[in-house]
C-alpha cells in the first residue's frame, strides 16, 4: 500500500541555519505531493505541493522538489526563524480521495 | 475569508456519555473529511464524505458515526466515549471536481480537542 517515510525528529536548529527534512514515499502510479505545517495546538496548514515529477513546490521560503527517481520530496530551508517551529508532515494523494500521512516531524528553532 | 471552523476548540466529555463536534466550511467544498489524531501521531482518516456518499475507512470502530446534514455542514458523533477517544479531532474539505491529475488539496480546520475524563 502507499505509504510516507519521514525522518524523526525533533530537529533541532539554531536560527539562520539550513533546514532539510527528509521525505521519501512509496505509492502506485503518480502521485501529490504535500508538506503540511502544525503549529502548537492548531490544525494542518497546507505549506506547499507538487504534482508532478521534478516539480518544485515553495512558500514562506520554504522548498520541495519532487523526485521521482529517489521517490523523495524533502523540504528545505536556507534559513529558518524561530516562528517555523512546528510539526511537518509529508503526505501524499493517489487520487483515492484520501491523504496518506507521514508521522511528522518537529521542528524546534532556537534564538 | 473562506475557511473550515470546528466548534467546540475544546470539549470535555464523560466517559460513555455521547458527545459531538461540530464542522463547518465556507468553501462550498463537495469532500468533508473527519481525522483524528493522537499525541505525537499523524492524522487518522476516520471517514469522507463525497457529497451525500459516506465513506467508511476499514478501521474506524463503530463508536464513531458522522452525519451530514448539507454541503456547509459536517459532525462527528462519539456514541461512548472512551479514555482512548481522547485526541485531537480534525475536520477537512476538498474539492473533487473529476479533473484529470487533480490535486485533491485539503483544507484543514483548527481542530477540537476532546477529553474524556
Given amino acids: 500500500g502507499d505509504s510516507v517515510t519521514q525522518m524523526e525528529g525533533p530537529v533541532t536548529l539554531s536560527e539562520e541555519a539550513c533546514l532539510t527534512i527528509n521525505c521519501t514515499y ?64 509529508c503526505a501524499l494523494d493517489t487520487g483515492r480521495r484520501a491523504l496518506t500521512f507521514g508521522s511528522g516531524t518537529r521542528l524546534q528553532v532556537q534564538p | 475569508d473562506a475557511m473550515v471552523i470546528q466548534n467546540p476548540r475544546y470539549q470535555v466529555t464523560q466517559f460513555g456519555k455521547p458527545v459531538t463536534l461540530s464542522c463547518s466550511q465556507t468553501l462550498n467544498h463537495n469532500v468533508m473529511y473527519w481525522y483524528q489524531q493522537k499525541s505525537s501521531q499523524a492524522p487518522k482518516l476516520l471517514f469522507h464524505y463525497y457529497d451525500k456518499d459516506f465513506n467508511n475507512e476499514a478501521d474506524t470502530p463503530d463508536n464513531f458515526q458522522s452525519r451530514r446534514p448539507n454541503t456547509s455542514f459536517c459532525f462527528l458523533d462519539i456514541r461512548s466515549p472512551g479514555l482512548g477517544d481522547a485526541a485531537m479531532y480534525l475536520c477537512a474539505t476538498s474539492s473533487d471536481l473529476r479533473d484529470r491529475g487533480r490535486t485533491y488539496e485539503q483544507y484543514f480546520g483548527p481542530g477540537t480537542r476532546l477529553t474524556v475524563t
Avoid at chain 1, 43 to 51: H, P
Avoid at chain 1, 60 to 79: N, V
Fill in chain 1, 26 to 89: 512509496t505509492a502506485t502510479g503518480y502521485p501529490s505531493l504535500f508538506w503540511y505545517v502544525q503549529y502548537p495546538g492548531e490544525g494542518l496548514q497546507l505549506l506547499l505541493k507538487a504534482t508532478k515529477a521534478d516539480d518544485k513546490g515553495s512558500n514562506k521560503g520554504f522548498e520541495a522538489t519532487y523526485r521521482k527517481e529517489t521517490t523523495s520530496f524533502h523540504l528545505e530551508k536556507g534559513s529558518v526563524q524561530v516562528s517555523d517551529s512546528a510539526v511537518y508532515f
